[in-house]
T-cell receptor, first 112, second 115 residues
Framework: EAQVTQNPRYLITVTGKKLTVTCSQNMNHEYMSWYRQDPGLGLRQIYYSMNVEVTDKGDVPEGYKVSRKEKRNFPLILESPSPNQTSLYFC???????????FGSGTRLTVV | GENVEQHPSTLSVQEGDSAVIKCTYSDSASNYFPWYKQELGKRPQLIIDIRSNVGEKKDQRIAVTLNKTAKHFSLHITETQPEDSAVYFCAAPPYSGAGSYQLTFGKGTKLSVIP
């Protein structure tokens, strides 16, 4: 089944403890992206990647890192999480020539 | 970058009535306009999209219209049903000219269909 898989689905962590949210897609998509969703603010792009080893900042990149060492994987790294990073995170991917994104199931992160 | 405004933020309609959600965008070079539906607790899913070379696209009870001159596009849902209740997001890409496209989303419209 074609899909974008995120893990974990839920995570509660403490301020300052490094964490990684994994994202993997099995559709051979070139583009991958991370969004955060907050009430009243919609979906805001954190980082995106156009292909292996090619990444760029979205609208809200502060406090996040990403890497794209393989085409299928695009992990989101929070080196020192803070409470304002408590949010619902979505990974998404698409083919270069098709703009329609396929989203993962989401990761609900709480930083205390 | 692209600025996408979406209205209204909430919309309640009676079952069977029509619903219209409107979005405006700022980048005149934008050429692709998708709509996503997000049911409670689920991921956003693409329901319909339109490219800038057409003015309207229909898929059963949903349609999207595009006015490039005015830089706005709208989602139309006819004969609404309770399962249409969800949050709807529009989006538009800023055209960087370098082949790298992002998607900027509107803040969403919570549609409630009252039985």
């Amino acid at each position: 089944e074609a899909q974008v898989t995120q893990n974990p689905r839920y995570l509660i962590t403490v301020t300052g403890k490094k964490l990684t949210v994994t994202c993997s897609q099995n559709m051979n998509h070139e583009y991958m992206s991370w969004y955060r969703q907050d009430p009243g603010l919609g979906l805001r792009q954190i980082y995106y990647s156009m292909n292996v080893e090619v990444t760029d900042k979205g609208d809200v990149p502060e406090g996040y890192k990403v890497s794209r060492k393989e085409k299928r994987n695009f992990p989101l790294i929070l080196e020192s999480p803070s409470p304002n990073q408590t949010s619902l995170y979505f990974c998404a991917s698409r083919k270069r020539e098709n703009y329609g994104y396929t989203f993962g199931s989401g990761t609900r992160l709480t930083v205390v | 970058g692209e600025n996408v405004e979406q209205h209204p933020s909430t919309l309640s309609v009676q079952e069977g009535d029509s619903a219209v959600i409107k979005c405006t965008y700022s980048d005149s070079a934008s050429n692709y306009f998708p709509w996503y539906k997000q049911e409670l607790g689920k991921r956003p899913q693409l329901i319909i999209d339109i490219r800038s070379n057409v003015g309207e696209k229909k898929d059963q009870r949903i349609a999207v219209t595009l006015n490039k001159t005015a830089k706005h596009f709208s989602l139309h849902i006819t004969e609404t049903q309770p399962e249409d209740s969800a949050v709807y997001f529009c989006a538009a890409p800023p055209y960087s000219g370098a082949g790298s496209y992002q998607l900027t989303f509107g803040k969403g419209t919570k549609l409630s269909v009252i039985p």
